[in-house]
């Protein structure tokens, strides 16, 4: 008698664990390529390149990895020199992993170097995300061109937005947030994917 009890309880025990494990993959990301902003929010002449997009090693050699997926797309001018941008986005498999990589990239992106002035934020320059969990943004001129960045995390997902450039006539401080706006824009596909 004591044995179909037993059984009955594993089968029940695990029916409840397998409701659970459902129940905790049912996040749907959107294609990540669909998180990429176009040149559209650029001044007129600029360009987007192609996605390119990677998926991290799963070897077993190659250490533990928390990225799911990772993509990037450059921009540039048609005028040629004067300007280039990128931006790329990895999504992890939690919020605390893309917390610590935000921390991560902050450091990277807005290091101070022996080639570069003190990151500042122009005047020029306002935005304020109302979506992302976390954010920075700033400049600085690096051997005469001026760089700019903008790294945030918006749930799982981190993005880096990187753009150099020393010819005014082809991008301008001012130009920047409505990029900025269109990047929150599009991780709001993201976001609204986690509710």
Partial sequence: ???????????????????CARSQLTAE???IDQLLIDESPFPEGWV????????????????????????DRGFY???????????????FDSSQAAA?????????????TEWNTSWTI?????FESTIADQY???CSEVLGQVRCGYVAQYGVYVLDFVIHFYDTNVITYTDLPPVFQAIDERM?????SEQ
């Fill in 29 to 31: 990301y959107p294609p």
């Fill in 188 to 192: 709001m596909l993201a976001l609204d």
């Fill in 77 to 91: 001018t048609r005028s040629g020199g004067g300007a280039a941008a990128g931006m790329s986005i990895r999504r």
């Fill in 136 to 138: 920075q943004y700033g």
């Fill in 122 to 126: 122009p005047v020029e320059l306002t």
């Fill in 1 to 19: 008698m004591r044995k179909p009890l037993l059984l009955m309880v594993l089968l029940v025990w695990l029916g409840i664990c397998g409701c």
């Fill in 48 to 71: 987007a390149t192609e996605p390119s997009w990677e998926h991290p090693p799963r070897a077993p050699w190659s250490g533990p990895t928390r990225m799911v997926e990772y993509i």
């Fill in 100 to 112: 610590d990589e935000y921390e991560h990239r902050v450091d990277v992106a807005f290091r101070e």
